[in-house]
């Protein structure tokens, strides 16, 4: 099940559960997990892509070892909201991941990547480190705004 619906997805999900993060570039993807109680998301670690097979794979185990119930997929949207061949190609990414069986949010990351890389400027970080980290915080942010959508609901 793939859904845009915070409140759809919720109903998808059993009662609580880890739920994993996901900011799909074409060269990585950042992830994240919050904890079962959907309090906070952390950054958790970058995904260097590859066959998708092999990604898949990844994220499967990934998925089974931290008991993820449900994914939060980044959807990149042009800033009026209209959808892009980018924006395109992370829903087919999503129908993708359906064979694991878990439910799918996809989620606005319009200001993701621009507030994560924000806030490590403001930490003076380097570029070296701000490229080593900004996918899997953006990946965090986005599963942040998910995770309180959902317990606001």
Request: with cysteine; glycine share 10%.
């Amino acid at each position: 099940m793939i859904t845009t619906s915070a409140a759809g997805f919720r109903d998808a999900l059993p009662e609580g559960g880890r739920l994993l993060g996901l900011d799909v570039g074409t060269r990585t993807i950042g992830l994240a997990l919050c904890d079962s109680g959907w309090t906070i998301a952390t950054p958790a670690e970058l995904l260097h892509r590859g066959k998708f097979a092999r990604d898949l794979e990844k994220l499967r185990a990934l998925a089974e070892g931290q008991r993820v119930t449900g994914f939060v997929v980044g959807l990149p949207l042009n800033l009026d909201g209209s959808e892009s061949p980018r924006t395109q190609s992370v829903r087919a990414f999503a129908r993708n991941l359906e064979p694991l069986g878990l439910p799918i949010l996809l989620w606005d990351e319009r200001w993701s990547t621009r507030a994560v890389t924000r806030t490590l400027l403001d930490a003076d970080a380097s570029r070296a480190r701000r490229a080593e980290l900004v996918d899997k915080m953006a990946a965090a942010y986005i599963l942040q705004g998910a995770i309180d959508a959902l317990t606001m609901g």
